[in-house]
């Protein structure tokens, strides 16, 4: 076909009156007589075109008259206003060029009517395509803008730390054990925290953000085996510094999204007041009351216990905000938590629970700067002293107080995209039962 510019179809509001080409698949077709109405997606957007008879060649009529779903196609045509159309623009065709027909023999697997979950979970190489999937991985694709904007703006280094670990972080009952060279035992790594404390010394405040693994065996709504994380780290900080700054972050996202893809909230259908609503500053309780409010709404849990899933929903339907949940027993965290020095039987660390039942998505908070008291946490934990030569090195030389946290993308993109299951937040999940495609 002739040099006409080629568009993206989110880009269409810049071209009205003007004869473009969109490359792209068909999404679905509607036939009228003598005019057909194929809907075309190119992966930003989906858009109506409009064929009639009496205008085009009969080849071309007839080629996308008989076009089966998901084959590829060039449209070539002039973009139209329209207010009635979904996108608010239609395409009038001229010509188009099929790359490649799907046979009517052997249709693809997704059609407009309504599959189970596992069918679209073991076809999800090409569940992608639909407009579900792909408004959400949009959405998440902005959060992780938002999150490397945020802090790339604030005096963050980006500084990315190993996959394959000789050590725990988070606790020894979740970690994926990778057979290495020669006997050597290594772990898929569970949070980057442990080196991000290294790179804090040296850079002052940095971030890591990539893969974690846990092997998480229960089968949830909110976990996933493989998930990624973003990790702040900061020298000279304290338990306040990351409530500060995980409440600024969360709104910066969440303003982004109903900034850039409200279009895709609004195909998920997302009450997108709710997110309007998130501002600063989110209320902040501490464990004992958080405590004292599930034992009123009948939750069986007793101080020095952890919250399970439904308590989590709880505390989070309790406020219309996020809600930051502090000072939790040192019994139920990991071994690097500062102690609160007024009460040692307390750490200063956080939770940040989303709003409308979500449940977790930060955790993290201030971490023991002192050189004796985590030697003996981690001989507390049974952890190997060995493997923590080198973290204990950094209470040696120069220790500073310092903090950070972890928040989970996906449980992230759950709560804004208002999902009810994490597996949906991610393009290819990993989960107990799903390694596959
Ligand atoms: O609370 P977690 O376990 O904290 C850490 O790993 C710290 N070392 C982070 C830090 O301080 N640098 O995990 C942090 C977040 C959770 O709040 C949650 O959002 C997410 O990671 N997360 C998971 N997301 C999906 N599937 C799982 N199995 C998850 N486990 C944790
Ligand atoms: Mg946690």
Known sequence: MSSVPRIAIEHASQYVGQTVEIAGWL???????????PLLRDGTGIMQCVAVKADISEKCFNDLRDLTQESSVIVRGRVRAESRAPGGYEL??????????????????????????????????????SRRPHAILRVRHEIIRAIR??????????????????????????????????DEKVYLTQSGQLYNEATAMAFGKTYCF?????????????????FWMVEPEMAYATLEDVKRVSEELICFIVRRVLERRRHELETLERDIGKLEAIRAPFPRISYD?????????????????????????????????????????AEIKAFYFQPDEQRPEVVLGVDVLASEGY??????????????????????????????????????????????FGMGVERTVAWICGLDHIRETIAFP???????P
């Open 92 to 129: 009038d065709v001229e010509d188009a060029g099929i790359v490649h027909r799907i046979p009517e023999d052997q249709p693809y697997p997704i059609t407009p009517k309504e599959h189970g979950i596992e069918f679209l979970f073991d076809h999800r190489h090409l569940h992608l395509r």
């Open 430 to 436: 990993r989960m107990l039962y799903r390694t596959r």
């Open 149 to 182: 904007d945020y802090f790339d703006s604030n005096g963050f280094t980006l500084v990315d730390t190993p996959i394959f670990t000789p050590a725990a972080c988070e606790g020894t009952t979740t970690l994926f054990e990778v057979d290495y060279f020669e």
């Open 289 to 329: 009351e958080a405590v004292a409010i599930l034992q009123r709404k009948g939750s069986e849990i007793q101080w020095g216990g952890d919250f399970g899933g439904t308590d989590e929903t709880l505390l989070s339907e309790e406020f219309g905000q996020p809600v930051m949940v502090d000072r939790f027993p």
């Open 359 to 404: 449940g977790e998505i930060v955790g993290g908070g201030q971490r023991i700067h002192d050189y004796n008291l985590l030697l003996q946490r981690i001989r507390e934990h049974n952890l190997p002293q060995k493997a923590f030569d080198w973290y204990l090195d950094l209470r040696r030389y120069g220790s500073v107080p310092h903090a950070g």
């Open 27 to 37: 999404y679905n077709l509607r036939r009228s007589g003598k005019i057909i109405f």
């Open 210 to 226: 990539g893969p974690t693994f846990r092997a998480e065996k229960s089968k949830t709504r909110r976990h996933l085996t493989e």
